[in-house]
């Protein structure tokens, strides 16, 4: 069982930035996969970035969105995976969730997809104003 808890969530104005971090539980398995999903009101879970955590694991994938905006890093001797927004626009505003799966690294080596995924945090709101 993996355990994920998001935290820095805020209210910011429009040009604003936030840092998101997402705690997990130690991964067994040496390839794993973890993204950060927007869900605003009425919405289905929208891809955001995804990075690959483990052995050897290097890549990172953003949506068309966040690219050239925000950035995904991990800290692997902390277990966490952190998620920099810059830049922010009211449209980014929305729960953002973190999610990880556990049986290797990122599909395809593209942003990943909500149904790749088993095991979600709580998530954070993200509250962007003109």
């Known amino acids: 069982q993996v355990q994920l808890k998001e935290s820095g969530g805020g209210s910011v104005q429009a040009g604003g930035s936030l840092r998101l971090s997402c705690i997990h539980s130690e991964f067994v398995h040496p390839y794993n996969c973890l993204s950060w999903f927007r869900q605003s009101p009425g919405k289905e879970h929208e891809g955001v970035a995804s990075?690959?955590?483990?052995?050897?694991?290097?890549?990172?994938y953003y949506s068309d969105s966040a690219k050239g905006r925000f950035t995904i890093t991990r800290d692997n001797a902390k277990n966490t995976v952190y998620l920099q927004m810059t830049r922010l626009r009211p449209e980014d505003t929305g729960i953002y969730s973190c999610a990880a799966r556990v049986d290797g690294f990122c599909l395809n080596e593209r942003l990943q997809k909500p149904d790749e995924f088993s095991y979600w945090g709580q998530g954070t709101q993200v509250s962007v104003s003109l």
């Open positions: 990075i690959e955590v483990g052995v050897g694991g290097r890549d990172s």
